[in-house]
């Protein structure tokens, strides 16, 4: 991504130098052989205004700085994208540890039915039971694992195929800044987006004063020679091109772009004010979500209490495996929404990355 905007920025200061000098020669046989031969030799030069006044090369710094704006754009889409990417991963560990306990519950009470069967005490219905939470557990788990090892691959591509290791189960803790209004003054200053917007109008003004000096005469000044026997001729030459239809409706065009660009300059002031308020306004409700689900989760783990009904026969094979799976299904929405919720302060904090 730097060498791209490395090889941008030399693109901008090609062609900034005067067009190359032009020299002309011409050898003309003379008949009859009397009148001689005659040589023409002529060298020229042309000059442009916008080159002579330096407005290309203020232009092409001002495309240099639009390039670094961009690079930090898309190093800032890049760094989101991989720190969502780690929340995934989290979430699929602490996902993994939610199912591997819940299949080892489902492989723990499918080999008590299966005693239960041989003994007489129990009946078909209630094993097959089992043996589908069985299957499905695995199933479950088999399929967060490989969400979680594709995760992981994608990890590594942003980290130039270099292996990455992140086996925590613990979403980070994370800072929400308090106060809205005051956080976006400081947002605003920071943004990379914004700063090329801002960039491109200034870009746009450049192009008209450089439009402008493209409509004024190009003069081409040079040494001219003309040799005849014993006869030379030598001096020099001044040709002027005036643009009295070639540059017509340029300098409009240019100054309607610069225009557009300014007015695209406060849409995007705009739609990034919104943008930010729309997601400070969505992570404090998913935090709420998140912490309700928590607080649900802290207060509802019945495991224990559900085993010793089964095993006294306070309740069916069918009644623990319902309660057993609500409950690991309730664990699993608090992790989705705890995920969610640390996406969307992901997104809101990328322009401090």
């Not at 032009?22 to 000059?47: C, H, M, T």
């Not at 802290?298 to 085993?307: A, D, F, G, Q």
């Amino acid at each position: 991504m730097r060498k791209a905007t490395e090889a941008t920025k030399i693109g901008n200061h090609t062609g900034l130098a005067l067009e190359d000098p032009e020299v002309d020669f011409a050898y003309l046989w003379g008949s009859p052989r009397s009148v001689g031969n005659r040589k023409n030799i002529e060298v020229s030069q042309s000059f442009d205004m916008a080159t002579l006044t330096g407005a290309k090369r203020r232009m092409a710094k001002e495309q240099d700085a639009m390039a670094d704006y961009q690079y930090k754009v898309d190093r800032q889409e890049i760094l989101l994208y991989a720190r969502q990417l780690c929340i995934d991963i989290i979430y699929y560990n602490a996902m993994h540890n939610n199912l591997a306990t819940r299949l080892e519950y489902a492989e723990q009470n499918a080999k008590l039915q299966k005693q239960r069967l041989d003994k007489g005490e129990g009946t078909q219905v209630e094993y097959n039971t089992t043996m589908m939470e069985l299957a499905a557990a695995k199933v479950a788990l088999k399929n967060n694992d490989t969400d979680r090892d594709a995760a992981l691959i994608s990890l590594q591509s942003l980290n130039g195929g270099n292996a990455i290791s992140l086996t925590t189960a613990t979403f980070p803790a994370v800072s929400i800044p308090s106060d809205f209004k005051s956080w976006y003054a400081e947002a605003e200053t920071k943004s990379p987006a914004l700063a090329y917007a801002r960039q491109e109008a200034e870009v746009a003004n450049r192009q008209v004063a450089i439009t402008r000096a493209d409509g004024m005469p190009k003069l081409t000044a040079g040494f001219t020679g003309e040799y005849i026997n014993d006869e030379n001729l030598s001096g020099f030459s001044v040709r002027m091109t005036i643009p009295l239809w070639s540059n017509k409706n340029k300098v409009k065009q240019a100054k309607a772009e610069a225009v557009a660009a300014k007015a695209k300059v406060a849409d995007a002031k705009l739609q990034f004010y919104y943008n930010l308020q729309s997601l400070y306004q969505r992570q404090a409700g998913l935090h709420e979500v998140a912490e309700a689900y928590n607080q649900t989760v802290n207060t509802s783990n019945n495991m224990p209490l559900l085993k010793k009904a089964l095993n006294e026969g306070a309740i069916s094979v069918t009644a623990y495996i319902t309660d057993l799976r609500t409950y690991y299904e309730l664990k699993a929405q608090h992790l989705d929404a705890t995920r969610s919720w640390h996406k969307a302060v992901a997104e809101l904090l990328a322009i401090t990355m």
